[in-house]
Nanobody, 123 residues
Framework: VQLQASGGGLVQAGGSLRLSCAASGRTFRSYVMGWFRQAPGKDREFVAAIAGSVGLTYYADSLKGRFTISRDNTKNTVYLQMNSLKPEDTAVYYC?????????????????WGQGTQVTVSS
């Protein structure tokens, strides 16, 4: 599985961005898709995940209500809608995939990673 993330950029605090992650392959539905982020000098942090078949979603508690993960299995794409962005959301955002049915917040459980897309939120 190859993952290509896009949609990052520079936005003012309070603004919104939608990230996309396109996946190769014909079994996209079989994969749990996750978003993680990593700020300079910090560990990679779980953002959200979505299961393949029924679309169960999982979020970092601190981001619930501002971020929404979704997927379109017909387009092999997962999205991350980010609203009310704050400067502390500044990070490189990565999409990841693992075959399975249950989402995970642990990056070591994901087998495939995209290249990351930079999100910068100015104050």
């Amino acid at each position: 599985v190859q993952l290509q993330a896009s949609g990052g950029g520079l936005v003012q605090a309070g603004g919104s961005l939608r990230l996309s992650c396109a996946a190769s392959g014909r079994t996209f539905r079989s994969y749990v898709m996750g978003w993680f982020r990593q700020a300079p000098g910090k560990d990679r942090e779980f953002v959200a995940a979505i299961a393949g078949s029924v679309g169960l979603t999982y979020y970092a508690d601190s981001l619930k209500g501002r971020f929404t993960i979704s997927r379109d299995n017909t387009k092999n794409t997962v999205y991350l809608q980010m609203n009310s962005l704050k400067p502390e959301d500044t990070a490189v955002y990565y999409c990841a995939a693992v075959r399975g049915v249950v989402g995970s917040a642990r990056p070591q459980e994901y087998d495939y990673w995209g290249q990351g897309t930079q999100v910068t939120v100015s104050s």
